[in-house]
C-alpha cells in the first residue's frame, strides 16, 4: 500500500514537473531573447565655435559646421528580462566639414561621423504584444573621419589632411516597435547624441570662505538629432 502511494505521489510529481517546463517554454517562446535591427533615417548635426580663429585660404573663420545629412545603422540587443534590454548601437551619418564666421561658407572635406554606444533600453508591454514602446540611454564614442580635403593646395597652402578623432558621447532616444508578424517588425525610433568635443576657459570662481579660485571650464559639446525607421527581427 506504502509503495503504490509513493508511486502515485511520484507521478504527481512528474506530471507538475512536465507541465511546469512546458510553461517556462511557453514563456521563452512568447518572450524574445535577442533582437536586431537595420535602420535609416536623417541627422540634423550642429558644429562648434573654435577656440580661437583660424586661417584657412587667407580667409578668417570662427566655427567648424558638421552638416546635417542621411544615416544609417544597426542595433543588436539582448533581453535580460521581458522588459529590459543591453543594446549595441552602430549608426553612421554622410556629413561634411564647413568652417563659416566670418568668412563665407566653405566645405573643408566630407566626413563619416560613427556612434558607438552601449544602450539600457527599456521596453513597454509583453513579448508578445504587436506595439511595444521604448526607450533608452546610452554612452559610447562618436568617430569623425574625413575624407580628402575640399580645397585644392592652391587655395589652402600648406592643408594635406585632416585628422580623424574619437570623442566621447552620450545618447538618449526612445520610439516604437510594431510586429505584424511575430519575428518581424518595424522599428521607429527618435535619438539626440551630444558628442564631447573640447573645453574652453569659462573664467575664474574664488571661494568667499578660503583664498582658494578655480578656473572654470565650459564644454563644447556638438548635437545629433536623428530620426530613423527600419526593419527589427527577434528571435
Known amino acids: 500500500m506504502q509503495k503504490h502511494r509513493v508511486m502515485f505521489i511520484g507521478r504527481v510529481v512528474m506530471v507538475a514537473a512536465v507541465a511546469a517546463a512546458g510553461s517556462i517554454v511557453a514563456r521563452a517562446q512568447d518572450s524574445p531573447r ?29 566655427d567648424l559646421d558638421i552638416t546635417s545629412g542621411g544615416n544609417f545603422g544597426l542595433t543588436f540587443g539582448v533581453f535580460v528580462t521581458p522588459n529590459a534590454e543591453i543594446e549595441f548601437l552602430w549608426n553612421r551619418q554622410f556629413s561634411t566639414f564647413n568652417a563659416n564666421n566670418p568668412s563665407p561658407e566653405v566645405e573643408l572635406a ?12 527599456y521596453n513597454w508591454s509583453d513579448g508578445a504584444a504587436k506595439l511595444r514602446p521604448f526607450m533608452f540611454i546610452g554612452l559610447g564614442a562618436t568617430h569623425y573621419a574625413p575624407g580628402e580635403p575640399a580645397l585644392l593646395p592652391s587655395q589652402n597652402p600648406g592643408a594635406v589632411s585632416i585628422d580623424s578623432a574619437t570623442k566621447f558621447s552620450w545618447s538618449l ?14 522599428r521607429l525610433s527618435a535619438r539626440w547624441t551630444p558628442t564631447y568635443i573640447k573645453s574652453d ?26 530620426l530613423n525607421g527600419g526593419v527589427t527581427l527577434r528571435f
Open 34 to 62: 535577442v533582437e536586431v535591427a537595420f535602420e535609416t533615417g536623417y541627422t540634423s548635426s550642429e558644429g562648434i565655435k573654435a577656440s580661437q580663429p583660424r586661417i584657412i585660404g587667407g580667409q578668417v573663420y570662427n
Open 110 to 121: 566630407d566626413v563619416n561621423v560613427d556612434n558607438f554606444h552601449g544602450n539600457f533600453v
Open 173 to 186: 532616444g526612445g520610439g516604437v516597435k510594431v510586429y505584424p508578424a511575430s519575428h518581424v517588425g518595424l
Open 201 to 226: 576657459a569659462g573664467g575664474i570662481w574664488c571661494d568667499p570662505f578660503y583664498p582658494t579660485c578655480w578656473v572654470l571650464s565650459d564644454p563644447d559639446y556638438s548635437n545629433q538629432f536623428a
